[in-house]
C-alpha cells in the first residue's frame, strides 16, 4: 500500500480538540497516518486498526521502528469487533476511509479491499467512531467529495457535527475532488475553506508546503 496524498494531508490537518490526545488511526494500513500523528503530538498515544494481516504486520514494523513506538499500538482486525470488544475511548479519531465504487478492474486483491467502500461502510464507521469517541472528542476524516452527503448523514446519525471542511484539489485549474471534515458532539456553524496543491507539476502551493513540510526531506 503506497503512501498517498491523502493519507498525508489528514495525517497533517486533523484537529484534536482536546490536549494530551488519546488517537485512534481506523484502517491504518501500514501505519502512516498514525505516525505522523505520533510525530505532531509529543505526550500523545496512538492506537491503530487495520483489518488486512500484511499491512498489519507492516503497521507493527513501523511502529516499532520509529522514535514514537512506546506511544503506537497497531491492533489487528475490524473496526466493529474493536469497537465492540474495546473498553477505551479516543479524543480523537482519524480515518482516511476506503473509496473505491466498482468501476474498475480488480487487479490487486489487497489494495482492492482497502480502497472498497464495502468493506468498511460510512454505516459502520460512524457507529465505531461514536462508540470509541469520548463526549468532548473530535474525529478526522478525508473523502471524495461526492461523498459528502452519505457522510454527512451518517454522521448526525451518530451524534457527530461537521465543525470544519476543506475542500480539496489537485491545481488552480482542476476541479475539488477531496474533503477534509472534522466532526464534535458540539453543533455549530462549520468552517469552511480550500486547498490547492500544485502550482504546477510537484510544485507546491505555499498553503499546501506549510501544511506537510514537517514530513517530507528536503530536496538537495
Known sequence: MKIGTDGVLLGAWAEPLVNDTAFLDIGTGT??????????????????????????????????????????????????????????????????????????????????KARNN?????????????????????????????????????????RLFLQHSTKVKGNETSSFKRILLSFSREQQVPIEDELCLEISRNNRTPAHQELVKAFYLSKP
Open 31 to 112: 501505519g502512516l497516518i498514525a505516525l505522523m500523528l505520533a510525530q505532531r503530538f509529543s505526550k500523545a498515544k496512538v492506537d491503530a486498526v487495520e483489518v488486512n494481516d500484511a499491512a498489519a504486520s507492516e503497521a507493527k514494523f513501523n511502529f516499532s521502528n520509529s522514535p514514537w513506538s512506546n506511544r503506537l499500538t497497531v491492533f489487528h482486525g475490524l473496526i466493529q469487533d474493536f469497537a465492540f470488544s474495546s473498553r477505551k475511548s479516543y479524543d480523537h479519531i482519524v480515518c482516511n476511509p476506503p473509496f473505491y465504487q466498482g468501476s474498475y478492474p480488480i487487479n490487486d486483491t489487497a489494495r482492492d
Open 118 to 158: 464495502a468493506s468498511l461502510p460510512f454505516s459502520v464507521l460512524f457507529e465505531s467512531i461514536d462508540t470509541l469517541l469520548t463526549e468532548k472528542g473530535s474525529c478526522s476524516l478525508i473523502v471524495p467529495l461526492i461523498a459528502l452527503k452519505d457522510v454527512l448523514i451518517e454522521a448526525e446519525k451518530n
